[in-house]
């Protein structure tokens, strides 16, 4: 079986660690995970509920879309001031809304990142669970991607630290696996 899982990543700097974090997680995923980012983050009005009315902004019915067609999300994100960065947040809040059909509601999550320091963004991911528990999404728990000094790991701009490619590899089979526990067919 093959699953959707629509990626997000927290960063909008077109040479962000966190791309390139993401465009390894594309290139290591299954063969039964088709990766795709939403790259349009940077486009969504700041949630304003006077904006959530039919018609909805074009960016966000965009968003919408991509994620009812994916049967999981992937966030890839880095850490701002010990917790989620506000494109992120500001894309999860859209997506929350809708009660039991919003789109983000269920949808099993796997989450990924890093920082420069040593915390390696688990204060993010912390923040990003606790959120993620209005819309009632399953978070896979292991294996983590907590990554510090995620600058040392990257070389030309590619991920190239084996024992992290590693891990992402082993995340990312790990939820194909998550994903079939949720998802009856694609």
Excluded: C
Excluded at 25 to 45: D, H, M, N, T
Excluded at 119 to 139: A, E, I, K
């Amino acid at each position: 079986m093959s699953y959707n899982v629509l990626a997000l990543v927290g960063s909008l700097r077109a040479t962000s660690m966190h791309r390139v974090l993401f465009v390894a997680a594309r290139e290591l995923a299954p063969a039964g995970l088709a990766v795709s980012e939403f790259a349009g983050l940077g486009k969504l009005p700041l949630y304003n509920g006077d904006l959530d009315v039919e018609p909805r902004p074009e960016s966000v019915e965009a968003l919408a879309s991509a994620m009812r067609a994916a049967q999981g999300i992937l966030l890839v994100s880095p850490e701002y001031n010990y917790s989620i960065p506000g494109v992120l947040k500001n894309a999860l809040d859209w997506m929350s809304r809708g009660g039991p059909l919003a789109p983000l509601r269920g949808k099993p999550v796997a989450i990924m990142g890093g920082s420069s320091g040593i915390s390696g963004g688990m204060r993010m991911q912390y923040h990003l669970r606790q959120s993620l528990v209005f819309t009632d999404n399953p978070v896979l728990g292991q294996p983590e991607v907590i990554l510090p000094r995620i600058q040392e790991r990257i070389v030309d701009g590619r991920l190239a630290d084996e024992s992290t490619r590693a891990l992402v590899a082993k995340q990312l089979v790990a939820f194909e696996t998550w994903i079939g526990r949720f998802v009856t067919s694609p």
